[in-house]
Structures are given as C-alpha cells and as structure tokens.
C-alpha cells in the first residue's frame, strides 16, 4: 500500500509569512492528491484536490503543487485562522491514505 | 445545505458490536458515493470505508476488512457502519464524509461532525 508522508510534523510561523508543508508518496500518485484543513473541535474541510486546484471558497493564499510523488502545499501571507492541522491524502485509489498531518501553529 | 450527521456512539466493551448512522440532507443522496473516516484520540485521519451510489461496491483498508461494513438506505439518505469484533485501537471519532462530484476518483467534500466511539471494558 501506498505511504504518506508529511513533513514537517509541526511549524510555528507569524501572521504574514509565506509557509511551505510537504507531502511525499511511496509510489507515483500522479496528481492524486487532496489537501484538508482540521481546526481543533472541528471536522476536516477540503482545500485542494487533484493536487493544485482550489476548492470552492478557498482563498487563494492556498497554493497547491506537485506531481507523481512529491507535493507541496504552501499558504502566502498566512492569517491568524491558518492555524491547524494540514493532511495530504492519496485520491483516486483505494486505500484512500491520509498522511500523518503538519500542525501549523502562530507565534 | 449539505448536512451529514452521525448517531450510534457510545462506549462499548472489546469484542462487542455497534451500528453507526450518518443521515444527510441538502443534496441528492443516492448520486454520491460516501464514505467513513476515523480519527483516534490526538492522532491523524484514516480512511475506514466506502460504499458506492447503489451500495452495490464497498471498500475497505485491511485494518476493518471483514469486521466493519458499511451501508447504505437511499430512500432514507442514510449511511450507516456496522462494526463488529470491535478492539480497543478503534476508539475514534467516525466522521461520514461525502465523495464529491468526481465520485469515488475525487476527494471528500463535506464531513460530518463526527461522533465518538470509545472500546473499553
């Protein structure tokens, strides 16, 4: 089966910085990838899917990239609601694998 | 609007069983294919099932195979989860979850709020 795997683990940054999260696959996934965002207390919401486009209502400081086993997911200008918890997830296939998560935290 | 809201959790001991309900509403409920997601206490997501528009398909990671089952009721808009064999490392929140338009090829586009699962004597 193919792993995910999310780097860094965690990432403290300030209002206004531009931050990069990682997102590698053991095997070639193509573009089949989806970005989630998870407040504390709150569900999972979607932000990125086949690996660069934005869902709906998502600001576009939300940037997604990459292909075949490397992604990127990169938030410019990072506000105070950024804060959370990031997963990548390999679409398209089953098992539908989540990676670990990044928490990104505000200093 | 697109609702999905779970019901069944609980505290149940190892070994026993127990049925998960997710009812939707703010969308044609038999054009989706829909899944559950877990999540333990303080840990990340993981996928637990999938069941086709006519519920005629299901997937599953090996982790659940052949003790969860998930199903659906297209006049009721109703998902459920039936797990069995349950084991201390499914304590979770089950979230439902909703494939999007592109079915079961595309990502989940609405979750639920969740409900807790707690497998403990």
């Known amino acids: 089966n193919i792993v995910m795997t999310q780097s860094p683990k965690s990432m403290s940054i300030s209002v206004g910085d531009r931050v990069t999260m990682n997102c590698k696959a053991s095997?070639?996934?193509?573009?089949?990838i989806a970005w989630y965002q998870q407040k504390p207390g709150q569900s999972p919401k979607l932000l990125i899917y086949y690996a660069s486009n934005r869902y709906n209502g998502v600001p576009d400081r939300f940037t997604g990239s990459g292909y075949g086993t490397d992604f990127t997911l990169t938030i410019n200008s990072v506000q105070a609601e950024d804060a959370a918890f990031y997963y990548c997830q390999r679409i398209y296939n089953s098992p539908y694998t989540f990676g670990a998560g990044t928490k990104l935290e505000l200093k | 609007e697109v609702q999905l809201v779970e019901s069944g959790g609980g505290l149940v001991q190892p070994g026993r069983s127990l049925k998960l309900s997710c009812a939707a509403s703010g969308f044609t409920f038999s054009n989706y294919y829909m899944a559950w997601v877990r999540q333990a206490p303080k840990k990340g997501l993981e996928w637990v099932a999938t069941i086709s528009t006519s519920g005629s398909r299901t997937y599953y990671p090996d982790s659940v195979k052949g003790r969860f089952t998930i199903s659906r009721d297209n006049a009721k808009s109703s998902l459920y989860l039936q797990m069995n064999s349950l084991k201390s490392e499914d304590t979770a929140t089950y979230y439902c979850?909703?494939?999007?338009?592109?079915?079961?090829?595309?990502?989940?586009?609405?979750w639920g709020q969740g409900v807790m699962v707690t497998v403990s004597s």
């Open positions: 979850a909703r494939h999007g338009n592109y079915g079961p090829f595309g990502p989940f586009d609405y």
């Open positions: 095997q070639n996934v193509y573009n089949n």
